[in-house]
């Protein structure tokens, strides 16, 4: 059948065809909107360090990239269509889309609220399939999306909703740890890297009542540390600062996007203390035993987080006023922004503006 017989939806999006290419106009069909979706037209999509690290197949060994890719897992816009079956939202209002569209709803993840570990592999919202396994996925830097209304965030927001994009990953990825290892008044936690995630680290922890350390290699993102509610800021590039540190910390969340050694932060954690990590560098790490041992140390990782606890951070973030700091581009500056983003010139998140692209 042709995309007019269907009804399936035209969208307008930007598509990296290899490792090389540049972004470019791309132009795609979603499905038609069935009963239970919702047409979300797009406002703003923030640009994620995984979004770079696909664009560029560095992850070719555990999620190759499959070339046209529109990434976009940061998505807030306003439901243009709902279908006959849909009761969570109306025409007007505001949702959010993070990084996965669907799941198998069955599987005891699924029905624990983790559908980001789908025992039958859940739907990312880019560079994946839907739940059939053959209609592939392009992400929000594009300007329509339809999704399932349980897949959909509600946000709580009025006027400006740009730095409410970010909070789809950068907001939960660093919440739902946080919050899983308890982190409140009287905690001392640490927080590895000032981009995208550290940012919403810090600002999450500090409403959560932590004391908050950041870990940094850039000496002129200080004053934005302070700003953004940390109470101590170290510049990593010279080891010895680390060393008055050592075994003061209960959680230590490491949020760097290139390869580094993590002994060194295993160093800080008191007894008992967890670290977590988030970022996913290309290489492997290599941890010594004697470095979890000696303190009774857990070493961790963290995704993102289902979808109650995506709800759960966004209305925590509405509660407290939190957003994102964020940098607004037209989509010809996607490049540039990756460039920036690479170099750690990022204050502190990019969000593409679809609505007026
Ligand atoms: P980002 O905005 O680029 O921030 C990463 C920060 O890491 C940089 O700003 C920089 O902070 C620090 N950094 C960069 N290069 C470094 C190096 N060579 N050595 C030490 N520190 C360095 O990236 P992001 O969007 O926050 O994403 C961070 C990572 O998390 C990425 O790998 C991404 O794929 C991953 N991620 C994971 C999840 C999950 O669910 N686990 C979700 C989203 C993203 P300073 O300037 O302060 O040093
Ligand atoms: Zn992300
Ligand atoms: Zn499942």
Known sequence: MTPAETKAVAVKGYATHSEEAKFAPFEFTRREVGAHDILIDIEYAGICHSDIHQAKNEWKDA?????PLVPGHEIVGRVSQVGDAVTKFEVGDIAGIGCFIDSCRECANCKNGQEQFCLKGSAFTYNGTEMDRVTKTYGGYADKYVIDENYA??????GDLSGIAPLLCAGITTYSPLKRFKVGPGQKVGIV?????????????KAMGAEITIFSTSPSKEA????????HFVVTRDPENLVPLTGTFNMILDTVSADHDVNQYLNLLGVGGAMVVVGVPPSPNQIHAMSLIFGNKTFSGSLIGGIPETQEMLDFC???????????????????AYDRTIKA???????????NA
Not at 63 to 67: A, G, I, K, R, W
Not at 153 to 158: N, S, T, Y
Not at 224 to 231: M, N, P, Q, R, S
Not at 318 to 336: F, G, L
């Open 318 to 336: 509405a509660e407290h006023n939190i957003t994102s700091e964020v940098e607004v581009i037209k989509p010809d500056y996607i490049e540039t």
């Open 345 to 355: 010139d990022v204050r502190y998140r990019f969000v593409i503006d679809i609505k």
């Open 63 to 67: 999620m190759p990239t499959n070339y």
């Open 193 to 205: 890297g000032l981009g995208g995630l550290g940012h919403m680290g810090v600002k999450i922890a």
């Open 153 to 158: 965030l509600k946000v709580k927001a009025d």
């Open 224 to 231: 934005d540390a302070k700003a953004l509610g940390a109470d």
